[in-house]
């Protein structure tokens, strides 16, 4: 059996709403985006939403939007994708990491602390937290709002992996992802919970910021360019600020619309399978399954399992070449940032700065694990598991 690491969950209801948007004479920027928007608002219960091209664009628009620039600091994690850390140098601010908790994955509020109370950095500003809602567990975001009111930060939430994520305020009330930090953005990349080839979304309760966000992604023009073109628009535009083109396509909308109709249905699915591989792992010493926090509902974007490396006789990189070996394609989330040779160069981070995030990343293998797999798929690579750790105990 070969199962890949990834397949997309596109049925004929998706095919049927880009035929559409083909035939309709609009392929950019225009009325199913603005549904797109609107479904995504009243999903996340998020005042304004704006969809982007990318996470990625998504990211550095709410920096943008926020006012930081250049001798500002950023702090985020360094167990993430590079887009996390990108977007912070777009606006000309640092980036500066602090390590993960072993139990999620995700940013250290204590840590956060310790770095804005040493006085690090002194000659520089913070401004921001980026925390980053990993493998589709939502951050403990209780702890870091409150460090963000006591310190002044704003907080750009990286929900790339977090579209179906809640938690639990400290009032008992479900606080849902998009409408909890500033600024909260979404990746509808391929490979994530909702798709639109590529896209992203940005989430905000704050009307100005929502404005601004508007108009940076589509060339700093005052208003909606799409209806320069309809019967409503005119020709006539201004330019106020120095924008990008980071608006998404009615192509795109169409695909997401259609998947987020869907998110419940493919989450369900997520669930099941987490549940599932969890059930079949959970005698076994030497893999450590995901733990799920309490009060907080998981997105399962990814299911990351960790070797117990001293419990075993071969390495995470063997495994993963065993798992090849079945036909099994898995990947490994993340590289931590200051094991890359431009984060080394440029901000002099090292190998051995963050002992957790480097621990989790030599330990840890992502399965295939998405809502289009079959149960004798997840079968499969659940019994392919057992079988190489217990041949190398
Ligand atoms: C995928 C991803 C991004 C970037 O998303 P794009 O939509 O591809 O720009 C950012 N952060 C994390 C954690 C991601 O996994």
Not at 148 to 166: F, I, S
Request: hydrophobic residues 40%; proline residues 4%; aromatic residues 10%.
């Amino acid at each position: 059996m070969k199962v890949p690491f990834h397949r997309p969950f596109i049925g004929d209801e998706e095919i049927q709403e880009v035929v559409d948007t083909l035939k309709s004479g609009w392929l950019t920027t225009g009325p199913k985006v603005k549904k797109f928007e609107q479904a995504f608002s009243e999903y996340t219960g998020a005042k304004h939403a704006i969809a982007v091209n990318s996470c990625t664009a998504a990211l550095h628009l709410s920096l943008a939007g926020l006012g930081i620039g250049p001798s500002d600091v950023v702090i985020t994690t360094p167990y993430t994708f590079v887009a996390t850390a990108e977007a912070i140098q777009y606006v000309g601010a640092r980036p500066v990491f602090v390590d993960i908790k072993e139990s999620d994955f995700n940013i250290d509020p204590v840590k956060i602390e310790e770095y804005l109370s040493s006085g690090a950095n002194k000659e520089l500003r913070t401004r921001a937290l980026m925390p980053v809602h990993m493998a589709g567990q939502a951050c403990d975001m209780n702890a870091i709002m409150a460090i963000a009111q006591k310190y002044n930060l704003h907080v750009v939430e990286d929900a790339a992996h977090c579209t179906e994520g809640w938690l639990e305020n400290y009032q008992g009330e479900k606080a849902k992802v998009g409408t909890i930090g500033d600024a909260t953005c979404f990746s509808f990349y391929a490979t994530k919970n909702i798709t639109t080839g590529e896209g992203g979304m940005l989430t905000t309760d704050n009307e100005e910021l929502a404005e601004k966000v508007r108009i940076l992604a589509l060339h700093g023009m005052s208003r909606d360019a799409w209806k320069r073109y309809t019967a409503e628009g005119s020709w006539y535009y201004e330019i106020v600020a120095q924008g990008y083109k980071y608006n998404l396509t009615d192509i795109g909308a169409a695909l997401g619309l259609v998947q987020l109709k869907k998110v419940e249905k493919m989450h369900a699915l997520r669930e099941k399978y987490a549940k599932l591989l969890t059930r079949e792992f959970v005698d076994l010493q030497e893999i450590i399954v995901p733990t799920e926090s309490p009060n907080v509902r998981h997105a399962w974007h990814l299911f990351l399992l960790r070797l117990q490396l001293d419990k075993l006789k071969i390495s995470r990189n063997e495994f993963i070449n065993k798992l090849q070996e079945r036909g099994i394609q898995t990947s490994v989330h993340f590289i931590p940032l200051n094991l890359q040779p431009y984060f080394q160069q440029t901000f002099g981070y090292k190998k051995g700065d963050f002992p957790v995030a480097e621990s989790v990343y030599e330990s840890v293998i992502s399965l295939p694990f998405f809502p289009s797999m079959t149960e004798e798929e997840v079968g499969y690579v659940a019994k392919c598991v057992k079988e190489i750790t217990r041949n190398h105990i």
